[in-house]
């Protein structure tokens, strides 16, 4: 190249702001410096759903972006250069942008060197952003200027081969006494020679910018979603990283329902029962805490409610994948995130350790242990009859689950979906507990929100969303009590009731959740609490 110049240049912006100057139509007068003509000034690409479009063209429409990618161009390829002159490096000022540049060479049999220098170079405003974007940027260049590479040395091979094969010819007809010296048409073609090549030629890839446009719309909408910019309170983060909840199946699919089986009910009393298919877009599914509370009742919400906030084992049980996941995906939003371990459907028991919100197909039995314990609860749901099975007797059902409170829909409700009047829900556990005299406070303040007639199911979330940043600070300070030397005092008891009572405003019915919660916070920020100042 003559000197360092704009190839190639790719951006997105809202639809709203897109006009036809959006793609500079100016071309360069050489050859190696162009990318676009006249008659095709560029790419656009449309994502229709976000309402943003992908623009390639030879120069940006704003001047003062191109006053920015100019510099950024000339200091990648001539100043911020790493060893070799080839790779990534980053550099920047913190009062214009940071740029990411990944120089590299292609083969070129009629350049100095049998080589040209290409720099690909990402501007942002955001260091940190590009920063924390860096594997995922570099990775993808590498992969998109190693298949140039290749293209480009397929076709640098072949013009070398040609230039073996005209030199052959040429030592032939001199040895044969017909070699001529060249003449002034000749000499005047080689001094207008063209100094660059196109990126076409030295890849012999007609298509290559359509191909680089493709390439960088993947870039930009896939970098953009794989980092979410949020505000983060307070040095380090309080919450530790969730888990990602495991996989329906090793397909993603779970194959219920596509053969008849044996059905074992609770106590192993209902059986040979059959059920028929039931498609997943036909299954109803649970939306929110409030559908939740109707279906099941106030007494049966609570008992169910109050075994997730204090980090007992939830199973919910039922025939149809969807509603079962449903179910489990309102039920950890009543804890912090990262206190959610989550097997979403699965055919056979998991334990509790494994995780604390389990989806079971039915026919899937308990082992003894977990029927015994007092820190595992089981939400059945038992579909219409028909889908049931004919052969079924309604005595038989109703015999196997009398010793339980069976909860039906409220038939004066009519914002519930329509499978609340077919469905029953069952919860059990192997000793209810005693909240008409102990309830914790902020189940008290959930059932609240729940039976307001007038409160939506938004204001619901948000409401309780600031409920739990309040009991995590609550969380913070019991953390922070229990390490500060009083395990062999023996006032701490006294100690611990007052900061509970006084301080937190809470009673000893809301321990066993504050302990629990403790486990949402993250390592290092347990370390700060310990090491902040006392």
């Not at 360092?4 to 190696?32: Q, W, Y």
């Not at 059905?263 to 939740?292: C, I, W, Y």
Request: charged letters at 20%; one cysteine or more; proline letters at 5%.
């Amino acid at each position: 190249m003559n000197k360092p110049r704009l190839l190639f240049h790719h951006m997105h912006r809202p639809d709203s702001s897109l006009s036809e100057a959006s793609m500079s139509s100016t071309t360069d007068n050489c050859e190696g410096c162009r990318s676009v003509t006249v008659d095709q000034p560029g790419f656009i690409s449309h994502d229709s759903k976000a309402q943003i479009s992908y623009i390639s063209s030879q120069y940006p429409e704003q001047p003062q972006l191109y006053r920015i990618l100019r510099h950024a161009c000339v200091r990648s390829l001539n100043c911020e250069v790493c060893p070799g002159k080839e790779g990534p490096i980053v550099f920047g000022e913190d009062n214009s942008c940071h740029v990411l540049s990944h120089t590299f060479h292609l083969q070129d049999s009629q350049a100095r060197g049998f080589q040209r220098l290409y720099s690909f170079i990402i501007v942002m405003m955001d260091r940190v952003f590009l920063i924390n974007s860096w594997p995922f940027l570099v990775k993808h260049l590498r992969t998109l200027i190693d298949e140039l590479q290749s293209k480009a040395e397929i076709v640098f091979t072949k013009e070398q081969e040609e230039a073996k094969d005209s030199q052959r010819a040429s030592s032939s007809i001199r040895s044969a006494g017909l070699y001529s010296m060249p003449g002034p048409d000749h000499l005047r073609h080689i001094r207008t020679n063209p100094s660059g090549r196109s990126l076409v030629e030295l890849t012999g890839d007609k298509e290559v910018f359509v191909y680089m446009h493709k390439y960088f719309v993947y870039l930009l909408k896939a970098g953009g979603m794989r980092i979410t910019e949020c505000m983060v309170e307070g040095p380090p983060s309080a919450m530790a990283t969730p888990e990602v909840s495991l996989p329906l199946t090793d397909s993603g699919t779970v194959q219920v329902g596509e053969r008849k089986g044996v059905r074992e009910s609770l106590d192993g009393l209902v059986s040979a029962l059959e059920f028929q298919v039931v498609t997943m877009e036909n299954q109803p599914l649970v939306h929110s805490l409030k559908q939740l509370y109707q279906m099941l009742g106030q007494k049966d919400f609570m008992e169910l409610a109050y075994r997730v906030l204090r980090g007992d084992q939830v199973i919910v049980r039922g025939s149809e994948v969807m509603t079962v996941t449903s179910i489990i995906g309102v039920l950890k939003d009543l804890v912090p995130e990262s206190c959610c371990h989550i097997v979403s459907f699965s055919q056979c028991y998991k334990e509790s350790f494994v995780c604390n919100f389990l989806g079971l197909a039915v026919g899937v039995s308990l082992p003894k242990h977990v029927k015994d314990s007092d820190f595992h609860v089981l939400l059945d749901i038992l579909p219409p009859l028909e889908l049931r099975g004919a052969d079924q007797p309604s005595h038989q059902l109703a015999a196997t689950f009398a010793e339980h409170s069976i909860v039906g829909p409220p038939q004066t409700t009519s914002d519930l979906d329509g499978f609340l009047l077919t469905y029953k829900f069952m919860v059990s556990c192997a000793s209810p507990s005693n909240l008409d005299q102990k309830c914790p406070l902020i189940l008290q303040k959930l059932v609240s929100l729940l039976s307001g007639e007038f409160f939506s199911d938004a204001l619901i979330a948000q409401a309780f969303q600031g409920l739990k940043g309040e009991w995590m600070n609550k969380v913070k300070v019991l953390y922070k009590f229990s390490k500060m030397g009083y395990s062999d005092n023996p006032e701490r008891v006294e100690k611990l009731e007052k900061l509970l009572k006084e301080v937190l405003l809470v009673g000893p019915e809301d321990l066993p959740i504050l302990r629990y919660w403790r486990s949402a916070l993250s390592k290092e920020y347990r370390s700060y609490l310990l090491h902040s100042t006392k």
